[in-house]
């Protein structure tokens, strides 16, 4: 029997709706009164869990505090008599048509011949983070991390049915030959004939071959889906000599280097500012986006190249230093919360979310990055009453939820729940919560 312990009637109710659901699983939950500082209810707030995505509230505020809200990123091309260099800057968000745009001004300013040099060399060379599964194979959620990168480091597949016996009319963007595919999934009428449509990399080879197969009811309407490259900094060059050659800009060659000391600067392109790219890290759980930001934040501390090491020593000494967090009673080894060697309390989560509501030039900006019920992200689909803003997390056997209760009418209140050892889908443990945070909030 589980027995939290805080405000007695609320105690009561949530440990009859845990006790009623006969869940398997390792389950914390710690919620707090952020005006009057009331525990309204603790079960194993101080035992440590594998947070899964709620890391992202230690990367995004450590972020805001470290980098500034206006701070933004520069991808950059410069050029010399020899080469023209493009030159990463850590941008989490560098679209298609941006990179095209700074491929438009370099066509502008420079003869054919030249060579390419790409340079990602503001952050270091790892791809995967530490503790990070080697099987997450081509997953968008899984990207490789580089200090240039472009479309999310991802190749776009839009799929949509043709006639019933034929191959499934595919789509990609961006178009390049960078990589290739192979089409063996066809439209179907029956679902006696129907497999599930599966779209896979030879990631295990470190290759960009695509293989589609299964297939496609031709009553569904067309889907994008989502796979990541092998070697974002080449697939960004690539697409970027691509882009110059179709407007009469030829390369003698392309390489991996550094900037020439000796070049100019002929464009750059700066990105939307932190808020944003925070915001769009948080909606929508970009795994990407947030080991950017701790890489960076390790470059912007030390002036060296950002790695995971120096830019998750600065976190900890933010967190330590001004938000007052004992960062030797947890674990942060990454920024996403994809790594296995992650572990914190609903404890830990509280006493952020309660600093973060309590410092009043901070709450209102970090509110707008944070989910809101029925309205964006990750609580679309969650059973849940308004007012609710806050950051889910799942990996395989971990599902986690903190944030804040927010009425008009009534204090506002922290919460975190943590659970973690189960099998199966998530959809029930998550209902679990939705259940547990409705009567938090009605309380």
């Known amino acids: 029997m589980y027995m939290p312990s805080g405000s007695y009637n609320l105690s009561r109710s949530v440990n009859s709706i845990i006790n009623g659901s006969e869940i398997k699983t390792n389950i914390a939950v710690k919620a707090v009164n952020l005006i009057s500082g009331e525990i309204l209810i603790d079960l194993n707030s101080h035992s440590l869990f594998n947070p899964a995505s709620n890391n992202k509230l230690y990367t995004s505020i450590s972020a805001l505090g470290i980098l500034d809200t206006n701070f933004t990123f520069n991808t950059s091309v410069y050029s010399d008599s020899k080469a023209i260099y493009l030159v990463g800057g850590g941008d989490p968000d560098l679209t298609l048509d941006q990179l095209d745009s700074l491929a438009t001004i370099t066509a502008n300013k420079n003869p054919s011949g030249k060579r390419l040099v790409i340079d990602d060399s503001i952050l270091d060379t790892l791809v995967y983070g530490p503790g990070w599964m080697w099987d997450e194979g081509d997953e968008w959620y899984s990207a490789q991390i580089s200090g240039l990168s472009v479309n999310d480091n991802c190749i776009d597949f839009i799929v949509s049915p043709a006639i019933n016996g034929k191959l499934v009319n595919i789509q990609v963007q961006p178009e390049s030959g960078y990589y290739s595919f192979y089409n063996e999934a066809y439209t179907v009428n029956d679902t006696t004939d129907f497999k599930k449509l599966d779209i896979s990399r030879d990631w295990k080879?470190?290759?960009?071959?695509?293989?589609?197969?299964?297939?496609?009811?031709?009553?569904?309407?067309?889907?994008?889906?989502?796979?990541n490259v092998h070697d974002p900094t080449l697939f960004t060059g690539y697409l970027f000599k691509e882009m110059l050659e179709k407007k009469g800009l030829f390369m003698s060659g392309l390489e991996k280097g550094n900037l020439s000391l000796r070049s100019s600067k002929i464009a750059s392109h700066k990105s939307s500012s932190l808020i944003s790219i925070v915001e769009n890290l948080m909606v929508e759980s970009d795994n990407l986006t947030a080991e950017l930001l701790v890489k960076t934040i390790g470059n912007h501390t030390t002036g060296l190249q950002g790695n995971w090491k120096n830019g998750l020593h600065a976190m900890r000494l933010f967190l330590n230093d001004e938000v007052g967090m004992d960062t030797t009673s947890f674990s942060i080894s990454d920024g996403s919360g994809v790594s296995r060697y992650n572990y914190s309390s609903a404890s830990h989560f509280i006493e952020l979310l309660s600093w973060i509501y309590n410092t009043s030039n901070i709450r209102d900006i970090y509110l707008r990055t944070l989910s809101y019920t029925g309205e964006n992200g990750t609580l679309l689909d969650r059973n849940l009453p308004d007012g609710i803003?806050?950051?889910?997390?799942?990996?395989?056997?971990?599902?986690?939820?903190?944030?804040?209760?927010?009425?008009?009418?009534?204090d506002p209140i922290a919460f975190s729940i943590l659970m973690n050892g189960y099998k199966g889908s998530s959809f029930s443990f998550r209902a679990l919560q939705d259940r547990i945070v409705s009567q938090i909030a009605s309380f």
Not at 205 to 227: A, E, P
Not at 389 to 410: D, E
């Open 205 to 227: 080879n470190k290759n960009n071959s695509f293989m589609i197969t299964g297939s496609v009811m031709d009553t569904t309407s067309s889907d994008t889906i989502l796979r």
């Open 389 to 410: 803003y806050a950051k889910t997390g799942s990996l395989s056997g971990v599902s986690t939820f903190s944030g804040y209760i927010v009425h008009p009418s009534k």
